[in-house]
């Protein structure tokens, strides 16, 4: 006989594989029970009608982080995670941001100070590694991925966090050494560079002008060249934020040819198109990020790669800064576009526009919405089976969305500490109406039901998706061409 915390009922359960009408019986915050339950639960919840999907997992978003060039992003802990949750994310994976000359376990150290007392849905942490030097990455990276930060992400731009490809060759051999997660921002710096200057130099600094500086052929060459350094390695990698049609399409080439490279895109790539960058006087900034929303056609080929398998993981890479002094508009009222802060909001609404405008209208299968929002985001970085999915022994980590529940997206409504979202006026067909994490019920009748702090952080095992497949290219066989074991 059983006792239940909680028993969800007659609700249609929906993993990467099997849907099925059953009860979901929890007990200290894990999954103890599936079908039909005879006993009564402390407390119950009538799903019928009602989907019942596993949490959603946000593995990549700016919270409570300083950008490089010194812009605080509006959304603490607290905001977040708050926002998170509404919109049926009970994971998140934000980045615990390295600036130069910092040590990684100062800045880990400062960052779990920042969620610890805040966030109340669970969180761990990627890095962002901007020191490649040898103490960091042969000492410091190594003790991090032992302590269950097992993923971390670099940049191929931006003047502060660049490296080098000598550093990312460096960074990936540690990765394979570690079996650690290695995320890259793929954009040739000095294309962005050049153009950047040929356009202020001709007087074109309006917003809509950081989409031509930022070339779909910078983030097509850098993809390449992170592919093939990746290869030359034999070390996994995960391309984030792919906006184009050709950055896919390279990470279409090296999967068919057997690599384990992995891809992400976000709301921003399905929703929002260069247009947008080109609203009236300073109003585009509200749409300016790296790499930049494109045009339509690039619109339907992301949505492509989505529903084929191309993309393993669908993430917010909520960086949100305010439209005022504090965020876009810090450098002045009319800062040229490579003044604007990079970035737009998306932890709340990632989920239910994905399901209004993918699985609603038919374009995307269920079982492919729950494995982009959630599993896969486990299983990539280390978190699967505890989280992702609906299982026995796994967290109860779920969101009972109710699909005749329409939303308008407004600003107003969203829950983070924005002043605008790039997404006003939007319909949400769907919404998660109960959220919950380890079995507590955080989001229920559009309120907040947990106090401020009570997430937990998440130490992660290293992910099988970043073992390398074994197997160097031949000129960098270590017996025939080294002599010995070099990576
Ligand atoms: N890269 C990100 O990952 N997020 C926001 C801006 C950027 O360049
Ligand atoms: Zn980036
Ligand atoms: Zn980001």
Redesign the pocket.
Known sequence: MQDYDLIIRNGTTVTEKIKQKQDVGIKYGKIVTLGEIPEKGIREIDAAGKLVLPGGIDA?C?IEQKSSSGIMTADDFYSGSVSAAYGGTTTLLPFAAQHRGQSLREVVDDYMACAKPKSVIDYGFHLIISDASDAIIGQELPAMIEDGITSFKIYMTYDDLKLDDYEILNVLAAARREQAMVMIHAENHDVIRWITEKLLDQGKGAPRYHAIAHARIAEKEATHRAISLAELLDTPMLI??VSSEAALNEIRRAQERGLKIYGETCPQYLFLTIDDLDKDGMDGAMFCCSPPPRDKSSQEAIWEGLIDGSFTVFSS?H?PYRFDSSGKLAAGPTPTFDKIAN?VPGLEIRMPLLFSEGVQTGRMDIHRFVEVTATNAAKTYGLYPRKGTIAIGSDADLAIWDTEKQVEITAEKIHDNMDYTPYEGMIANGWPVTVINRGRIVIEDEELKVERGSGEYLRRERPEAAKPLGKLPPEMDPEKNFGAEFI
Request: glycine share 14%; charged share 15%.
């Open positions: 990549h700016h984030v934020h890479d960086a970035g």
